[in-house]
């Protein structure tokens, strides 16, 4: 049995990495989340049943941050795969300097979302040093009043959509993209024999034929919004009022702000089956499509 | 051109100017303020004449080095990134080959767990891992920072449906020449293999310079912090000086931005093909 020794050998490094810093992991926050573990307490460690549960649950903030990433996702995944696609047909057209385009597009995606965070934070100041407001009172020839958009909790969450969209758009038009350029010419050419126009190609082939793409990039785009967390830390610190806060910001001020290691393992796993639920929702859906 | 068509084509221009302007305004922004003298940063920063201003100085780019270690950051953040990447590309491609290619009792059922440990982010466990190298006394270390993350189900996926579509014969040949498996995957498969090499690289690569939430749990002292969290901590350092913010930027995003202009056709075929895997 030398192939199975040699087979256990290769693959060895990269199990035994997977075991110990995911599964391990995964499986103690399981077990944690239904402990009272605290780090520095001198409480024992016991069985405290669902009670992380029912605590976070009843908890605002964490309700605030539940709501918080749902309507985050709300926001930024119609708007980025939207402007996502737009941008992929735009660059698609048989027009020169596209690659420029596509490059500028692409760019912040290798921007750490730390450093866009905070160049962000002067985009959106209030009066003469925000180049948003002043865009916005220049479009409205000056009806627009300044905002302090990341103290305002009215706009803070949509500020930092608005952060998000900058610097994430480009991955979802580089997907869409390619997905673009798999579609077939024979299928364009065949419709346009039977007369359709511009529009209706878009609609009966450009839109079915990206229909798996779609439901990639917004499957992905939806657990990104729940996994927020750099624009957060950096631009608003959940505030204001715990109108930007979000579970893992709620889940890494448990765990240090306070030491509880067993709320904030509750909280991750919440996220997980959040997660969970997207990834087994996005199956079904396409799985729909091998049907039809 | 027809006429018609024309004027479709300058509609197409004119979005894509107005979109690139969006997405180069923030950018230009740092850049030019970054040469600017303090006290002239914030004055009328929204305009965007003032992108053009005349000022120019280099002392926010000594300033930066003056209050904070940013080389020190800037090598923590290449060296975390690099061992991550290179020994990722290492065990994960290995791995994949045993998946793809080698024939053992207990094979199928592994490569299942892989597929579904995919969908764990590093968000869901981030806590127990947590409490996992604190019990280990790995906390502000380099290790910490590597260790973890150069197993991943992500790109073991990613190498196993490449290998999947290599073909057979050129394993065959060798095979039949007497070379063994080590050799052949090496002299034959990873050479054969160089896009998904490429893609696994700079995936890992992208998420692992970016990476806050990790060593903002795990640190707390600036000989092993990488950039990331250099820049969060600078900008809650007063005095708040946006000159020299905007210098820290540039200087933290300039090597990124070097090598996507380099390898720029691998890094979009790279995120290409994660949605068509999807």
Redesign the interface.
Known sequence: MK??Q???L??L??????L???????V??LI?SFTN?R?GSPLPLEFVGFKQYQRIFTDAAFLAALRNNSLFALIVVPLQTGLAL??AL??N?P?RGMVI???????????????VA??????L?P?????????LETVTLGAWQARDFLHDSAWALAAISLTSI?QGVG?QM??????LQ?IPQALYEAARVDGANQWQQFVFITLPQLR??II??V??TT?LAF?L??QV??MTQGGPNHATTTI?YE??NS??GSQQ?AR??A???V??IV??LL?LLQRAVGRQQGVN | MSGKQRIA?SA??L??VA??F??????A??LSGSFKPDDQV?V????LSRLFAAEFSWFNYRDVFARVPFARYLFNSAFISLCVVAGGL???S??A???AR????G?DR?LL??VA?M???L??????????V?LLGWRDTYWVQI???????FS?YLFYTFFLGLPRELEEAARIDGAG?WRIFFRIVAPNAKPVFATVAILSF?TQ??A??WP??VTHSETVRP???G??TF?SLPPLQ?GD??AF?VM??TP??L???LF?RW??QG??????K?
């Open positions: 192939n199975t040699l087979a256990w290769f693959v490094p990269a199990l035994s990495g997977l110990c810093f995911v599964l391990f992991p995964f103690l926050s944690l573990l780090l737009l941008m735009l660059v057209q027009l385009f596509r490059s500028v597009f692409f760019m912040p995606v290798v921007f750490p979302l730390s450093l905070v160049v962000w934070i002067l985009v100041a009066g003469p040093q925000g180049l948003l407001n002043q865009l900058w991955f580089v997907i869409l993209l390619a997905a798999g798996n793409a990639f990039v499957l992905v657990i996994r967390f750099d830390q950096i893992m889940a890494v765990a240090f290691v904030a393992a909280m991750t796993v996220f997980f997660v969970l990834t | 084509a197409v221009y979005l894509l979109l690139a969006a997405f180069l305004v923030p950018v922004m740092m914030l009328q920063a929204g305009r290492l065990v994960n290995l791995a080959y045993a998946f080698l024939h053992w009792p094979r592994l767990l892989v440990l969908i764990i982010p968000e869901a466990i981030a806590v127990p891992l947590f409490y996992e604190t260790i973890p993350f150069v197993a991943n189900a073991i498996p992208l310079w970016s806050l939430l903002l749990m950039l990331p969290l820049m969060a900008y946006w913010i905007f930027g933290m995003v990124v931005l090598i996507f202009v720029q890094f979009v995120v290409a093909t994660t949605g068509v999807g």
